[in-house]
């Protein structure tokens, strides 16, 4: 027996290519955070003040980021 989705394809591949632009956005700030760290012109010390305190939030972001990227790129392959 197979089972009828009632929700419109076209709408979740819709919403799933504005995840993932928001994704790809949110990447991008890492990669500048990351290369700004790296080059003398960012404080390293006040990052690692920011990163002791909310450490967990920052892993938790990380985590969803990932979660939400699987997910959207799993409906785009099915769309």
Known sequence: ???VSTIN???LSKAAVAMGGF???????????VALAL???FDM????RIFVDYRMLFWG???VIGVLDI???VVLRQG
């Not at 994704?23 to 955070?33: E, H, K, N, P, T």
């Open 45 to 48: 010390d006040t990052l690692e």
């Open 61 to 63: 972001v990380l985590l």
């Open 1 to 3: 027996m197979r089972m």
């Open 71 to 73: 997910i959207s790129g």
């Open 39 to 41: 080059t003398p012109v």
């Open 9 to 11: 394809p076209r709408k």
């Open 23 to 33: 994704l790809i956005l949110v990447g991008i700030i890492f990669v500048g955070l």
